[in-house]
């Protein structure tokens, strides 16, 4: 069963920087697309970008330009690097699995959800 652990969320100010990541244990993540998604209270669940296995890249509107995503195959983890961040950007922030080949921002086509992080940032 694969399991996903996100980590490194945490309390910032506007314009600091988080490191996000995620562990997949239990399986290879390397035949899959990962993502992160983030929700913040009261609002949907929305994705910020995925990565592909060839590293093909996606970012939605609001993180582009600030927000890297990466894997690391070796350590079966995926990262989010987020740079000048913004008090809108507080949220819980998940990782998951793609179901399909093509990017979705469906979260139905998405699975094996971990816990999430919470990453909070003051004005």
């Known amino acids: 069963q694969v399991q996903l652990a996100e980590s490194g969320g945490g309390l910032v100010q506007a314009g600091d920087s988080l490191r996000l990541s995620c562990v997949v244990s239990g399986r290879n993540f390397g035949n899959f697309r990962m993502g992160w998604f983030r929700q913040a209270p009261g609002k949907e669940r929305t994705l910020l970008s995925s990565?592909?296995?060839?590293?093909?890249?996606y970012y939605s509107d609001p993180v582009k330009g600030r927000f890297t995503i990466s894997r690391d195959a070796a350590k079966n983890t995926v990262y989010l690097q987020m740079n000048s961040l913004k008090s809108e950007d507080t949220a819980v922030y998940y990782c998951a699995i793609s179901t399909t080949i093509f990017i979705s921002t469906d979260i139905g086509d998405w699975r094996s959800w971990g816990q999430g992080t919470q990453v909070t940032v003051s004005a």
């Open positions: 990565i592909d296995l060839s590293g093909f890249t």
